[in-house]
């Protein structure tokens, strides 16, 4: 587990992980960052459509069990696996790995977003970071004779960028699952809706399931990872015909 530090300026540092490494990861992780991400909202607006969801309470509880029922065990195992791969260039399971996370999108629509965003995250990496997508193992990003699948998926995407120099496996999570969590309480204030408080309100209390979900995924191996969320499924597979929406999921 990674070791946090207190320096002389009282500032909370990690062991093994510069303060511009923390910050690139959680750069990485911005539900700011111009992929498409805000456009999604994976379910929610169906939950909200069925009255599911209906209040900050409901919508709190809804996206705890997602992050650790959904999220921990299928989007974050990948990213925790995936990082790695990335270092070593083992193009095999980063094949795999993507191939896993398109054959687990139970929906039309969740499959959409995640091969979109993974395409716009590799196209803005090759804008902004063009370096994190060059060499043999970054090939099959760009679409090498390597590529196997119709496109990177967001999971490895992001792990790819993640990859980039020696920050923990963890921290890389840890972005990820707080870039998360702040899309879908923008989400949340959207659909419901909710008033800003609200929504920090539900931030803090994602913030604080954050790590025990982090720790959960990096413990799964292949065969503990699973997508198996039946009526977060049958609420996706609902939204694509609703007849009014917010959101592309």
Do not use: C
């Not at 890389?172 to 659909?191: D, P, T, V």
């Not at 309100?201 to 720790?215: C, F, G, N, Q, W």
Request: net charge negative; hydrophobic share 50%.
């Amino acid at each position: 587990m990674t070791t946090v530090t207190i320096t002389a300026t009282g500032m909370a540092t990690t062991t093994g992980t510069t303060d511009a490494a923390l910050l690139q990861l959680i750069w990485l992780a911005s539900p700011a960052l111009p992929i498409g991400g805000f456009s999604y909202s994976e379910g929610l607006e169906g939950a909200v459509e069925h009255a599911l969801v209906h209040d900050e309470a409901s919508a709190r509880l809804w996206l705890v069990d997602q992050l650790d029922l959904a999220l921990a065990r299928a989007d974050l195992a990948v990213i925790a696996q995936a990082i790695p791969a990335w270092r070593s260039g083992d193009l095999a399971r980063i094949v795999a790995l993507n191939g896993w996370v398109l054959q687990t999108r139970e929906t039309a629509e969740l499959r959409q977003q995640t091969e979109q965003m993974g395409r716009s995250f590799v196209e803005w990496l090759r804008t902004v970071r063009p370096e994190l997508i060059e060499g043999p193992a970054a090939a099959w990003a760009s679409g090498g004779s390597a590529r196997t699948e119709s496109s990177l998926t967001y999971p490895l995407a992001f792990a790819l960028a993640a990859s980039a120099g020696s920050s923990p496996v963890r921290d890389g999570l840890l972005a990820f699952a707080f870039g998360w969590a702040e899309n879908m309480m923008q989400a949340a204030i959207k659909s419901v809706p909710l008033g800003q408080s609200a929504g920090q309100r539900i931030l803090s209390a994602l913030t604080a399931e954050i790590p025990a979900a982090v720790d959960k995924a990096l413990a799964m191996s292949d065969d503990d990872r699973q997508a198996f969320s039946p009526m977060l499924a049958i609420l996706s597979a609902r939204h694509e015909t609703q007849y009014s929406r917010l959101f592309r999921s």
